[in-house]
């Protein structure tokens, strides 16, 4: 908990004093060995990557990010994919989606998603975990938009 206290507090700091040393410092959080403490790590990059003074800066969310597609953690890897399509949504990013191979990767991940959120079905029934469900299946649906939507921004 109070690991999560001090990414949430690094964010806040971060977004006022705009200063990349704080954005390096909040994606180190990504290396905790607590699921939850990565998973706000990836949100708060995503939050941080919309900020057009972090925008010198998405390369290094690009790495974070596909970083925490591969995390053990299911719960990391939804929001790490969230925080993709909040970031790197527009076509004036386009630069580092071509740079770090962005749409490739989730590309791969379309099988991988779709079995969890198989998988997730059937053991939310028996576990009471319908929200992770939820979550992977609401990620896989938006991981089709999102790449069809970048498809046509590069036609």
């Not at 992770?132 to 999102?146: P, Q, S, T, V």
């Given at each position: 908990e109070r690991e999560r206290e001090r990414?949430?507090?690094?964010?806040?700091f971060a977004a006022r004093s705009q200063r990349a040393a704080q954005v390096l410092h909040v994606c180190a959080g990504i290396e905790s060995p607590d699921g939850r403490v990565?998973?706000?790590?990836?949100?708060?990059?995503g939050c941080l990557g919309q900020l057009a003074v972090f925008r010198p800066h998405l390369p290094v969310?690009?790495?974070?990010?596909?970083?925490?597609?591969?995390?053990?953690?299911?719960?990391?890897?939804?929001?790490?994919?969230?925080?993709?399509?909040?970031v790197f949504a527009e076509p004036d990013?386009?630069?580092?989606?071509?740079?770090?191979?962005?749409?490739?990767t989730l590309q791969a991940l379309r099988?991988?998603?779709?079995?969890?959120?198989?998988?997730?079905?059937r053991g939310a029934r028996a576990s009471g975990?319908?929200?992770?469900?939820?979550?992977?299946?609401?990620?896989?649906?938006?991981?089709?938009?999102?790449?069809?939507?970048?498809?046509?921004?590069?036609a």
């Open positions: 990414v949430y507090v690094c964010f806040c990565r998973s706000s790590v990836a949100g708060v990059a969310f690009a790495d974070l990010l596909l970083r925490a597609l591969q995390d053990s953690s299911q719960w990391v890897m939804v929001e790490a994919l969230n925080s993709i399509f909040d990013v386009n630069e580092v989606v071509v740079q770090k191979r962005l749409l490739e099988p991988v998603l779709q079995e969890a959120a198989r998988s997730s079905g975990d319908a929200e992770l469900h939820g979550r992977l299946d609401e990620a896989r649906i938006n991981l089709a938009r999102f790449l069809k939507y970048k498809a046509k921004q590069f």
